[in-house]
């Protein structure tokens, strides 16, 4: 009894290691020798996979600086060299690891002088025999810094703030394949709207926007070598608004990637450098769409861009 | 006449200058810790551990060691040591535990790599790798 127990332990022990043999884990020591399985390692190579967020939490001490662009859209073509001498978009940003899986971000925006703050936790990690994904928790609070004396932009103070709060869950399904999944959520405190009805027996007020957006991504990325990979990521908006809805968002790209930096250059439809923005308020649609003329236009909207990041560690 | 008198005498003091200012390249001793020199490698030599030291390699190292460790890497003329040639010498008869040291720890135009490869079984597959490259 006892030895077909053990059996039956065995090939659970073999299923397993079977099941996770593709994992880039800890080399095993000592051939045969129990070992504890680690978290499995470079799930992605940076912590930014185009405008989102990866599953990747820098290690303790980690210093990082971004620098982000995002040029014009590449609809007019030679005029302005497909977007690149358009007017363009820049995020700059610092973030520090002071703990192990935590990690502290702060960047300031060109567009709409939007400062933004960021914290990023490993709640879980992908270990053989474990834990089949990575998951993270991403939260990303903002505020829009534009002078508003008049307050015609803003009511309140508390109008200027905008939450995104994500899940990451990401697989490191072989060494050269990752893919990540993403549910957000984005919060904005104030939204248009007009009075529909406004006398003695009461008020209703039309909405333009919900204040809550859900949205999910999918990314992946895909290793030609060491150095570089393919990055591909998809957004797509759940929450219906009554007016304004946003574009979903297919942006595709490469990564190069040394010791101290990473280098993402890529089309994509976001262009608004900030979480909660892009996915409340992108106007470039991926796909055919028409224009406020009732134009019909093939092919989408898509802007050119880059990510460098400086690593210090 | 005087000319030319000048002009040989400044030849010759700007040979002089050369000769004066061309330092020779001599490999700066690195001591390692006795301690830390006769650690033993946790990490078997196996393939998985040499393949994962090769893509720490290409990462980390091959900028300046070269693709082949031949110490001709695209950053090497830029920096003030030249990188040792890790196929032949000193750098591969040193022990395993030195190896780890120095890439650890890091010196002058070499970094430190304990935060970039934070894992020592990782920095171990690098050492793996690294006897490979020689020749």
């Not at chain 1, 090939?11 to 070992?35: M, N, R």
């Amino acid at each position: 009894m006892l030895t077909a127990g053990a059996c039956l332990v065995s090939c659970i022990l073999s299923f397993e290691t079977t099941t996770y043999a593709q994992d880039t884990t800890a080399v095993v020591k000592e051939a045969g020798a129990p070992v504890k399985a680690k978290p499995v390692k470079n799930t992605f190579q940076s912590i930014w996979l185009i405008d989102n967020q990866t599953v990747m939490v820098p290690f303790k001490g980690t210093f990082e600086m971004d620098i982000q662009h995002r040029f014009g859209t590449v609809d007019k073509g030679y005029s302005d060299l497909w977007g690149l001498y358009a007017s363009s978009n820049i995020r700059i940003g610092v973030g520090y690891a002071p703990i192990n899986n935590l990690y502290l971000g702060i960047g300031l925006n060109k567009y709409d002088e939007l400062w933004d703050v960021s914290a990023k936790y490993a709640l879980l990690k992908q270990t053989p025999g474990e834990s089949p994904v990575s998951i993270t928790y991403y939260g990303d609070l903002s505020y829009d810094t534009r002078k508003d004396a008049t307050k015609d932009l803003f009511a309140h103070q508390s109008d200027r703030f905008l939450s995104f709060n994500q899940i990451i869950i990401a697989r490191k399904f072989s060494d050269k394949l990752s893919l990540q999944v993403a549910p957000s959520i984005t919060h904005q405190n104030a939204v248009n709207g007009y009075y529909t009805k406004n006398d003695s027996t009461g008020q209703t007020i039309f909405e333009e926007m919900k204040h809550d957006h859900f949205a999910v991504s999918v990314s992946g990325r895909y290793k030609l070598s060491d150095a570089t990979a393919v990055l591909v990521n998809y957004d797509q908006p759940i929450t219906k608004h009554a007016t304004n809805n946003p574009s979903p968002n297919l942006s595709f790209g490469f990564e190069f990637a040394t010791s101290g930096h990473t280098f993402q250059l890529f089309m994509g439809n976001y262009s608004l450098l900030n979480p909660g923005k892009n996915n409340l308020f992108n106007a470039n649609s991926p796909f055919n769409y028409t224009q406020a003329d009732g134009t019909r236009v093939k092919g989408g909207k898509f802007v050119i861009g880059f990510n460098i990041t400086r690593l210090w560690n | 006449m005087k000319i030319k008198l000048m002009l040989a005498t400044s030849a010759i003091a700007a040979s002089v200058m050369c000769v004066a200012f061309t330092t020779v390249q001599q490999t700066k001793p690195w001591p390692v810790p006795e301690k830390n020199a006769k650690m033993a490698n946790p990490v078997k030599p196996s393939k998985e551990s040499i393949a994962n030291g090769k893509s720490l390699w290409n990462l980390h190292c091959a900028s300046c060691h070269g693709k082949t460790g031949l110490g001709d890497g695209s950053k090497a003329a830029q920096l003030k040591t030249q990188p040792e040639d890790m196929t032949k010498g000193t750098a591969q008869t040193q022990s395993d535990g030195s190896i780890f040291y120095k890439i650890s720890e890091g010196r002058d135009d070499m970094p430190s790599f304990k935060k970039k490869i934070p894992d020592p079984d990782d920095m171990w597959s690098l050492v793996n790798f690294i006897r490979t490259l020689k020749k």
